[in-house]
């Protein structure tokens, strides 16, 4: 089963807080975790991502936090502003050669308040 | 700019009607993907090609179908539609060679089926 299990399904947080959205997966056969932004009218743009070989992965204020053995990873935005408010999405994928849809998480809308 | 482009950005339609969307996929993509992407649905994979060729079928139903040209453009055609089509219609493409399957997704076309 290719699914990928995102909560929660909103959230809200005050600036300058830490937001946290998980994802749990079936398919051990997964070697590649995205996260998506996505804001309104636009398409998903990567955020950033984590191969299974890592732990954790940090990109400014942005970190993947991965645990192979639960088959969990999880945002976390440090700091979090207004300006990071938008519909997040996890998402993974199988290195089949050729075949690299992603199946995504159902999104997670963010709310920073000022 | 994400450097893919999608055309037309909004179409209304009438059941029972037939729709054709076109992806421009990014300079150098060779991969095309479909996705679908409803209210309560989130992201759904549809279709993906590969210079040309059908490389992965998603949740595509038999009234959807797509092509890849050879100048790399797709285009997804949408035929019989009915009410329950009407979402936004995403094309992404990726480079064979990133060996972080990034996916560039377009700003994406929205169909309202009335």
């Known amino acids: 089963q290719q699914q990928v299990k995102q909560s929660p399904q909103s959230l809200i947080v005050q600036k300058g807080g830490i937001s946290i959205i998980n994802c749990a997966y079936e398919n051990t056969a997964f070697d590649y975790f995205p996260w998506y932004q996505q804001f309104p009218g636009k398409g998903p743009a990567l955020l950033i991502a984590?191969?299974?070989?890592?732990s954790e992965k940090k990109e400014g204020r942005f970190t993947i936090s991965f645990n192979k053995s639960a088959k969990q990873f999880s945002l976390h935005i440090m700091d979090s502003q207004p300006g990071d408010s938008a519909t997040y999405f996890c998402?993974?994928?199988?290195?089949?050669?050729?075949?690299?849809?992603?199946?995504f998480g159902s999104g997670t809308r963010l709310q920073v308040q000022p | 700019d994400s450097g893919v482009t999608q055309t037309p950005k909004h179409l209304i339609t009438a059941t029972g009607q037939r729709v054709t969307l076109r992806c421009s996929p990014r300079?150098?993509?060779?991969?095309v993907y479909w996705y679908q992407q409803s209210l309560d649905q989130g992201l759904q994979f549809l279709i993906q090609y590969y210079n040309g060729e059908e490389r992965a079928k998603g949740n595509i139903l038999e009234r959807f179908s797509a092509q890849q040209f050879p100048d790399l453009h797709s285009e997804l055609n949408l035929s019989s539609l009915e009410l329950g089509d009407s979402a936004l219609y995403f094309c992404?493409?990726?480079?064979?060679?990133?060996?972080?399957?990034?996916?560039?997704f377009g700003s994406g076309t929205r169909l309202t089926v009335v």
């Open positions: 998402a993974a994928s199988i290195r089949d050669t050729g075949r690299r849809a992603l199946t």
């Open positions: 300079s150098g993509d060779l991969s």
């Open positions: 984590i191969r299974p070989d890592v």
């Open positions: 992404a493409s990726s480079s064979q060679t990133d060996l972080n399957y990034g996916y560039t």
